[in-house]
Protein backbone atom coordinates (compact mmCIF):
# COMPACT_ATOMS: atom_id res chain seq x y z
CA UNK A 1 0.00 0.00 0.00
CA UNK A 2 1.25 3.59 -1.07
CA UNK A 3 1.79 6.46 1.37
CA UNK A 4 2.04 10.18 0.71
CA UNK A 5 5.48 11.38 1.25
CA UNK A 6 4.28 14.06 3.95
CA UNK A 7 3.22 11.02 5.91
CA UNK A 8 6.73 9.49 6.52
CA UNK A 9 8.58 9.93 9.27
CA UNK A 10 12.26 11.47 9.92
CA UNK A 11 14.91 9.05 9.19
CA UNK A 12 12.65 6.75 6.94
CA UNK A 13 13.63 5.62 3.39
CA UNK A 14 11.07 5.06 1.35
CA UNK A 15 10.80 4.49 -2.75
CA UNK A 16 9.03 6.94 -4.88
CA UNK A 17 6.19 4.83 -6.91
CA UNK A 18 3.65 7.38 -8.38
CA UNK A 19 2.61 10.91 -8.77
CA UNK A 20 -1.09 11.94 -7.91
CA UNK A 21 -1.18 15.55 -9.73
CA UNK A 22 0.16 15.69 -13.18
CA UNK A 23 0.84 18.96 -13.09
CA UNK A 24 3.91 19.19 -10.54
CA UNK A 25 4.94 15.72 -12.13
CA UNK A 26 7.42 17.77 -15.01
CA UNK A 27 8.90 19.93 -12.34
CA UNK A 28 9.60 16.66 -9.44
CA UNK A 29 10.91 14.48 -12.23
CA UNK A 30 13.61 17.62 -12.62
CA UNK A 31 14.37 17.98 -9.65
CA UNK A 32 15.54 13.88 -9.51
CA UNK A 33 12.21 12.65 -8.02
CA UNK A 34 11.76 9.91 -10.36
CA UNK A 35 9.40 6.45 -9.75
CA UNK A 36 11.62 3.88 -8.20
CA UNK A 37 14.39 6.55 -6.83
CA UNK A 38 14.90 6.09 -2.91
CA UNK A 39 14.11 9.43 -0.80
CA UNK A 40 14.96 9.59 2.92
CA UNK A 41 13.38 12.26 5.22
CA UNK A 42 16.11 14.17 6.87
CA UNK A 43 13.83 17.09 8.65
CA UNK A 44 10.73 18.83 8.94
CA UNK A 45 10.12 22.08 9.68
CA UNK A 46 7.66 23.43 12.46
CA UNK A 47 4.04 22.77 10.97
CA UNK A 48 5.17 20.30 8.26
CA UNK A 49 6.65 22.77 5.89
CA UNK A 50 8.93 22.91 4.20
CA UNK A 51 10.66 18.88 4.36
CA UNK A 52 14.19 18.27 3.60
CA UNK A 53 14.68 15.43 1.86
CA UNK A 54 17.91 12.96 0.70
CA UNK A 55 17.56 12.02 -3.45
CA UNK A 56 19.91 10.93 -5.79
CA UNK A 57 23.03 12.08 -3.93
CA UNK A 58 22.00 15.51 -3.01
CA UNK A 59 19.45 17.34 -0.28
CA UNK A 60 16.12 19.08 -1.80
CA UNK A 61 13.22 20.98 0.07
CA UNK A 62 9.90 20.26 -0.86
CA UNK A 63 7.10 22.40 0.07
CA UNK A 64 4.41 20.39 1.78
CA UNK A 65 1.59 20.06 -0.87
CA UNK A 66 4.26 19.18 -3.10
CA UNK A 67 5.17 16.01 -0.51
CA UNK A 68 1.27 15.59 -0.55
CA UNK A 69 0.77 13.96 -4.23
CA UNK A 70 4.31 12.27 -4.61
CA UNK A 71 3.23 8.23 -3.53
CA UNK A 72 5.79 6.15 -1.58
CA UNK A 73 6.22 2.58 -0.62
CA UNK A 74 8.41 1.97 2.44
Known amino acids: ?7 IKIGKEVIIRAFEN ?3 FLKL ?3 GCVPGEKITINKIAPFKDPISVS ?3 YSLSLRLDEAEHILVEE
Open 1 to 7: MYKKLSE
Open 22 to 24: EEI
Open 55 to 57: IAG
Open 29 to 31: MEM
